[in-house]
């Protein structure tokens, strides 16, 4: 051994992402990462949604073999309500439940505290702000879908329907996804907008049924506006034909 | 008289030391709120040194009632203090160095620190020693579950030291409460630690030239440690005089030895957080305190005292050696 060789390998240190952040800042930040409290409210919250969607809404997965086992990936679907995230999620493995992260509407679940922290330590979801959303944030959550690896729960309606009818995918999904190997899982959701549309107050006792499509893959997309446009119109023709719509004429 | 122990706050200044350090700590932060007003007032010193100095004398402010408070309250609120404080620093450490990560390491550390002060508030002597070996089995023993071999001695080893800083030794400070006697003994631990780094700030301000590990902490001297170490040590050995007169500790060399340890161990414990912070590449440990850092960067000095006070003094004296033991699980 020379003179300044290491005996060993080096420890290697991470700190946790959001290493001094304050608490609220914390609950927001695309960085959180959850310690032991979190990770027990997230076994918890998602132990009795998974009860529940079986119990109240006979939840059926249709496809259930093209959900991975191991992140990274992003579970894209059709979006009608606020049941949607937890219909997607629940069925996903256990071991991942601290890095598979919804992304939902900052403006809606982010702004004030006690909701936020239901959103960080229930749900375990990070906020995409709607209105003047930062391409830094899309960058974010694209390096950390690979660096960590981690899961995103999407819907690239980007809102839920108020009419039932499925709306155009929005490009962020490809700025996530664009010249990556990162799978997107193209999901339909059917009866969600019949058990709890955007103007019900409580959700009703609906049967829900999932379809989980083949995970597609875009290496090949350029990652600018163009590609973006290209991955999200690609994601959206194969939910339209998981949930047996028509193709969109454009 | 265990009720009286544990909850009896009508005792709080049944001892002189506990009345002295308690008004003594008081009036010092009056003073100083006051001296800063007044400089303020005067313009003799100005932004940013003087909010900066506001902002840590208000953060003493509040820290100091809610470290001696517990302690003069009663023996129970003693423990429940120390345990909260324990998993403030423990959170702190593990979100620093990644150990969060490791949930089953992580739980089994928590569980052991839950334990160690339980056994403390027990009075079960045997339980709280066997708690060291038991936890650290039971962190190597967990950590084979995950089956991935790469990094196992990383996390074993984080979890170890981890057990040992916040569950062992600050468990010695929860054990210390009972002793009969206990209010001045931590106060003296507590104030003797934390002004050995005032001292050791002071001193190492006016005199300070040579660094002492520039590698590990850039702003600690020579000047500033032996400064620390003389004037903690009279004092510690004055205030251990009076706790203890009459035992075989109360001989001058004793007492003064029991100084030179708080203010060493106080030093390296300080040092020791350095060490990590430079190791993992961070400069403070959490933002819970302001101007001071985290909860850790503040108590970092009484993590490898603890221990070392406790069976100094437990070799001479010993703990509640007269009290009733195993009070909740007893026969």
């Keep these: 051994m020379t003179d300044g060789e290491r005996p060993m390998d080096e420890w290697k240190f991470q700190p946790a992402r959001d290493l001094g952040l304050p608490f609220s800042d914390r609950l927001k930040s695309l960085r959180r990462e959850s310690g032991l409290i979190g990770t027990l409210f997230h076994i918890l919250w998602w132990s009795l949604v998974r009860c529940y969607l079986r119990l109240y809404h006979r939840l059926k997965v249709e496809g259930r073999e093209n959900l991975p086992q191991e992140a990274p990936f992003i579970l894209v679907s059709n979006h009608s309500s606020h049941l949607d995230v937890l219909a997607l999620a629940a069925p996903c493995p256990a071991k991942l439940r601290d890095r598979l992260f919804p992304i939902a509407a900052g403006d809606t679940f982010f702004e004030k505290v006690p909701i936020a922290a239901f959103a960080a330590y229930a749900l375990n979801a990070l906020p995409l702000w709607r209105k003047h959303c930062d391409p830094k944030d899309l960058e974010e959550l694209r390096q950390r879908l690979s660096d960590e690896p981690c899961a995103y729960v999407l819907f690239p309606e980007g809102t839920r329907t108020r009419s039932g009818d499925m709306a155009r995918f929005k490009r962020g999904i490809g700025a996530l996804v664009a010249s990556t190997l990162v799978p997107v899982i193209p999901c339909f959701l059917q009866g969600a907008f019949e058990a709890f549309p955007a103007a019900a107050r409580f959700p009703r006792p609906r049967r829900l049924t999932l379809k989980v499509g083949p995970p597609l893959r875009f290496p090949a997309s350029a990652n600018d506006k163009d590609g973006w446009t290209e991955v999200a119109a690609r994601v959206e023709a194969e939910v339209r034909r998981l949930g047996g719509l028509p193709p969109v004429q454009s | 008289m265990i009720r009286e122990r544990l909850l009896g706050w009508s005792h709080a200044f049944d001892h002189p030391v506990s009345r002295w350090i308690s008004i003594g700590v008081a009036a010092a932060l009056v003073v100083a709120l006051l001296v800063i007003a007044l400089l303020s007032a005067t313009g003799r010193i100005r932004d940013p040194f003087r909010k900066e100095l506001w902002k840590r004398t208000l953060a003493w402010g509040v820290m100091a009632p809610l470290l001696i408070g517990p302690v003069l309250l009663g023996a129970a609120w003693t423990i429940l203090s120390i345990t909260i404080l324990s998993l403030a620093c423990y959170r702190e450490f593990a979100r620093a160095s990644g150990l969060f990560r490791e949930k089953l390491v ?226």
């Design chain 2, 106 to 331: 992580s739980a089994v550390v928590v569980l052991g620190v839950l334990a160690v002060q339980f056994a403390a508030l027990d009075h079960w002597y045997g339980f709280f020693v066997a708690l060291f070996p038991l936890t650290v089995i039971l962190i190597a023993a967990t950590s084979i579950l995950p089956d991935s071999p790469k990094g196992y001695l990383q996390r074993v080893a984080l979890g170890v030291l981890a057990f040992m800083l916040f569950g062992s030794s600050l468990g010695h400070v929860s054990y210390m409460a009972n002793d009969w006697n206990y209010r001045p003994i931590i106060l003296m631990l507590l104030l003797g630690v934390q002004l050995n780094d005032v001292f050791a700030f002071i001193s190492g301000k006016t005199f300070g030239r040579r660094k002492i590990v520039p590698h590990t902490s850039p702003n600690k001297t020579v000047a500033g440690h032996l400064g620390a170490l003389l004037l903690t040590t009279p004092l510690v050995a004055t205030i251990a005089h009076f706790i203890f007169p009459g035992t075989p500790l109360d001989r001058p060399l004793w007492l003064i030895l029991l100084g030179v340890i708080v203010s060493l161990s106080g030093q390296l414990g300080d040092l020791m957080l350095s060490s990590i912070k430079r190791d993992i590449g961070i400069k403070d440990m959490g933002v819970l305190i302001p101007g001071h850092g985290g909860v850790l960067d503040r108590i970092n000095s009484v993590l490898l005292a603890a221990p070392a006070v406790f069976h100094y003094i437990g070799f001479f004296v010993g703990f509640g050696l007269d009290q009733p033991t195993r009070i909740f699980t007893g026969p």
